[in-house]
């Protein structure tokens, strides 16, 4: 992306906001989106800027993302990392948080143990991205990318 921003004549300055996994978001993750929105809005507002890209990836953080800049009323772009490559394991096609979440169950009632989850999880994130399911990531990409 720099190299993009500088051969179309521009000057690239990166803007570094918060960002947090998805246990850190306890109670809800609305009240971390409307926050990083204010932070991405005070990050742009804050420096003499023409536009900006916005690198994001997680149906949290885009839509973030996009409200701090639509708040900024400044042109932007939004890159997405785009989908993580599906996982398998023990023969099993595996999608992101809803696989966590369902032998996350598993783990707690034994019916898996330590290694195998540390084995799933080893296969179910396989690559940077966002979710590879048909979700809400995928979704907010789309839109952001529209």
Known sequence: VKIGVWQAG???MEFPVMSLGEYNMKPTTMLYRNLLSMDVEESITANPLDGVVLL???????PALLMGAASADIPAILVTGGPQLKG?????ELGSCTDCR???VELRAGTID??????????IV???GHCMTMGTAST????GEA
Do not use: I, V
């Open 88 to 92: 398998n394991w023990k023969g099993e």
């Open 114 to 123: 330590e290694d195998d989850w540390a084995e799933l999880q080893s296969c």
């Open 126 to 128: 396989r690559s940077n």
């Open 140 to 143: 907010m990409g789309t839109m």
């Open 56 to 62: 994001g990836g997680c149906d949290k953080t885009t």
């Open 102 to 104: 369902r032998y996350e």
């Open 10 to 12: 521009g000057f690239p």
